[in-house]
């Protein structure tokens, strides 16, 4: 079983900044495809980004491309989301997740998810 702990969120105003960190324990973290999703009051859960196992292929929701990055660090079981410019519209809680296999924006497709992370951006 792996277990995923999001870390990193706060308040910021537009037009900020914050790193998003999620620490995996188990031993499938290395191999496994990661994603990040959040939630906005009212919302259902949306696709935000996606990396596969090896780090070599990423995958973006229109809505974050060009300001938000997705990354990790098998080495240190981290995936990391980099988030810039942020916008009124992003505030949401935000979850990881781990596919155990391909990479999607689907969320039936991730098997272990984090207990998120509260982003909030003020205008």
């Known amino acids: 079983q792996v277990q995923l702990v999001e870390s990193g969120g706060g308040l910021v105003q537009a037009g900020g900044s914050l790193r998003l960190s999620c620490a995996a324990s188990g031993r499938t973290f290395s191999r496994s495809a990661m994603g990040w999703f959040r939630q906005a009051p009212g919302k259902e859960r949306e696709f935000v980004a996606s990396?596969?196992?090896?780090?070599?292929?990423?995958d973006y929701a229109d809505s974050v491309k060009g300001r938000f990055t997705i990354s990790r660090d098998n080495a240190k079981n981290t995936v990391y989301l980099q988030m810039n410019s942020l916008k009124p519209e992003d505030t949401a809680v935000y979850y990881c997740?781990?596919?155990?296999?391909?990479?999607?924006?689907?969320?039936?497709?991730?098997?272990?998810w984090g207990q998120g992370t509260q982003v909030t951006v003020s205008s």
């Open positions: 990396i596969t196992w090896r780090g070599g292929s990423t």
């Open positions: 997740a781990d596919a155990r296999g391909t990479a999607t924006k689907y969320a039936q497709g991730y098997d272990y």
